[in-house]
């Protein structure tokens, strides 16, 4: 069974930064194609970012500012958030597509405000 445990959301000012973490279980993140997703208030989803082992991918938004990465020896995927705006502000979500099935953590909110 895949599970994610996210965590590291919060409350940030504007120019502020957050470090989002996903413990996973029941999947190698190593080998697998992990994504993080948000969805803002009356928006879809939207892709973040993702890891793959060929690589990383990044929505046009958050070049430059975020970063994803992952530990291998703790199973875990990152999100490193940086010059967060206020548009940024939505529950952040993990993501994996394991035999054509989506799994998805719980989320975690970040609110970006002052």
């Known amino acids: 069974q895949v599970q994610f445990v996210e965590s590291g959301g919060g409350l940030v000012q504007p120019g502020g930064s957050l470090r989002l973490s996903c413990a996973a279980s029941?999947?190698?993140?190593?080998?697998?194609?992990m994504g993080w997703y948000r969805q803002a208030p009356g928006k879809q989803r939207e892709l973040v970012a993702t890891i793959t082992t060929h690589g990383t991918y990044y929505l046009e938004s958050v070049k430059g500012r975020f970063t994803i990465s992952r530990d291998n020896a703790k199973n875990t995927v990152y999100l490193q958030m940086n010059s967060l705006k206020p548009e940024d502000t939505a529950v952040y979500y993990c993501n994996t597509n394991l035999r054509s099935r989506e799994y998805w953590g719980q989320g975690t909110q970040v609110t970006v405000s002052s």
């Open positions: 029941g999947i190698i993140v190593s080998v697998a194609t």
